[in-house]
């Protein structure tokens, strides 16, 4: 069923725009998963729209479906226009495929080539046909990306996450289509990319659906689509408006609860105030029966056994009536709390780290580092993190965020320079908990790195932690993003002795909002010093940074 909550901009949204997409009666179910849709109606027009819930509820598969990837099952879905999709994964394209395939222009690079030598050939006109700037255009746009020089006959391959999802992006500039399709386009992209994709946003007239948990880029974004268990919940307004009318709301069936709940509980007292009276007129008769036996030394038979009769219409008469009332109230009681959403927040109580405001904590002198056969990657990098400080280190992709968390944790060996890690305790999480054994349940992992804690103190950490008997015992390889780091920071900050040091790699990527919070709400507790490398502005605010490092500044 699909849940529509319209504000009037919502209103203004799809009557003053061109409908680009539209599901009339969608319904879709895909195998082997959770994910259903049934009866979607739900217009995209000339508007931001977002789109976010947990991992897992759909968002791709919704995604799959605007786009014509999948077929509904009933329904129809129309669509107006050109339309483009920039995906999440990348695995569709072949190992052959170049970046000029990737950006669709490589046939018609090639007839302008060929136009350039002579050739009058009717095709390779029509193919170049309004594109005569492509060339320029393509410069320009790969430059915004940061990818300018780049051979367009480079094997798209071979470029890393972030280079790959640039590219996808450049090619909806150089095509303006007229509704784009992103499926967490900031994924793996550095601050420089993220602003020439805000940017991008920000100045669009075109349509587009964003799949994404960039709370930065959904507060850029008209109206949020919200995909849950229960359906799909429009609001006519960005990220921060969306989640003001949800608190409103789940502070509206935190009421409609409690009414349920005192309407059932005087259901039953109802109830059992009928009956107790019904029993109390029995008794009634069973005395005025032994009265008329002692009065007149008989009774009445056929008066008693139809007085017996009625009696016994009237009990089951108010037992039905008390049933059908109970059930009701029941109903009603669980079809309120079924639209109520678990809290993500994950309040605990650490253990002290005991660092000192003056200790130093990490300390990098004149750090230099580079890959064989390549420039430099860092030059004199210099770094003191002094106490409990919250620090980040941002940079453009390629910089060496990634080689300088290697060689604080000693993966690998600085040509020159010295780094001294003056704690005793340290932590490193990375975008895949990596430490985590995959063949080993959540609670077995956190035995074997924590000696010292019995299954019970395990057990009760990891509630504490949202994973709650049998989600404790679940193997590590079957967890979702959201659901690793959780378990990661349950066996990091819950350690007899918690680390006065965490280093952060990206930690935030490829989860969805509500794990993210959690994260959030965990490292608040925190009170050791932190090492993060993120280019999620909104996370790094909420863990409290105090200290940003950029690295191509140093």
């Known amino acids: 069923m699909t849940y529509l909550l319209i504000n009037h901009l919502m209103e203004r949204l799809t009557m003053t725009s061109i409908t680009r997409i539209l599901l009339n009666n969608v319904t879709f179910r895909l195998e082997q998963t959770p994910v259903a849709f049934a009866r979607i109606n739900l217009p995209f027009a000339d508007a931001k729209y977002g789109i976010v819930g947990k991992n897992g509820v759909g968002k791709t598969t919704l995604m799959r479906l605007l786009s014509g990837d999948l077929t509904p099952d009933s329904g129809s879905i129309q669509r107006f226009g050109t339309i483009i999709t920039v995906p999440q994964s990348h695995d569709e394209f072949g190992e052959q495929a170049t970046v000029s395939d990737v950006l669709g222009v490589t046939d018609i690079l090639a007839a302008l080539n060929r136009i350039s030598h002579g050739s009058i050939d009717e095709h390779d006109y029509e193919l170049a046909s309004n594109q005569w700037n492509i060339e320029q255009r393509i410069e320009d746009t790969l430059t915004q990306f940061g990818l300018w020089p780049i051979s367009l006959n480079t094997p798209f391959s071979q470029l890393s996450g972030g280079q790959k999802t640039k590219v996808l992006l450049a090619k909806t500039m150089i095509f303006p289509a007229d509704f784009l399709l992103f499926d967490e386009p900031t994924n793996n992209l550095d601050k420089t990319a993220r602003d020439v994709l805000y940017n991008y946003i920000d100045n669009a007239t075109k349509g587009m659906a964003i799949i994404s948990h960039d709370r930065t880029l959904l507060n850029r974004l008209d109206c949020i689509i919200e995909i849950n268990n229960l359906g799909i919940d429009t609001y006519g307004g960005n990220y921060d408006f969306y989640c003001e009318q949800k608190q409103l709301k789940q502070q509206a069936i935190a009421h409609e609860i409690q009414a349920r709940s005192e309407s059932l509980a005087k259901t039953k007292q109802t109830t059992q105030t009928r009956m107790e009276r019904h029993q109390q007129n029995e008794a009634r008769g069973r005395k005025e029966k032994r009265a008329q036996i002692s009065a007149k030394g008989r009774y009445d038979k056929i008066a008693i056994k139809s007085k017996k009769g009625r009696s016994e219409n009237t009990n089951r008469r108010i037992r039905t009536q008390a049933d059908k009332q109970l059930q009701n109230a029941q109903h009603l009681l669980a079809d309120a709390k079924a639209k109520r959403e678990v809290d993500e927040a994950i309040a605990i109580d650490l253990a002290a780290t005991h660092v000192p405001t003056s200790k130093i904590v990490l300390k990098i002198e004149t750090l230099c580092f580079q890959y064989p056969a390549s420039e430099p990657l860092l030059r004199d990098f210099e770094l003191q993190i002094i106490g409990p400080e919250r620090v980040a280190i941002s940079g453009p992709n390629g910089c060496g965020k990634s080689t300088l968390i290697k060689l604080i944790r000693k993966e690998r060996l600085p040509q020159r320079g010295k780094i001294h890690c003056g704690v005793e305790v340290s932590a490193y999480l990375d975008q895949t908990v990596s430490f985590l054994n995959p063949m080993k349940t959540i609670v077995e992992n956190f035995l074997v790195l924590n000696p010292e804690c019995t299954p019970n103190d395990a057990y009760a950490t990891l509630a504490a932690f949202k994973f709650r008997n049998k989600d404790a015992e679940k193997r590590s390889d079957t967890l979702s993003g959201g659901e690793r780091m959780r378990a990661g920071l349950a066996i990091t900050l819950m350690a007899k002795h918690p ?56």
Request: glycine share 4%; aromatic share 6%; proline share 4%.
């Open 499 to 554: 680390p006065q040091l965490i280093i952060l790699d990206e930690p935030t990527n490829h989860l969805d909002i509500a794990s993210i919070r959690a994260i959030e709400s965990a490292l608040s507790n925190y009170q050791g010093a932190i090492l993060a490398v993120s280019h999620d502005e909104v996370f790094l605010q909420n863990i409290g940074i105090t200290r940003t490092i950029y690295m191509n500044e140093a």
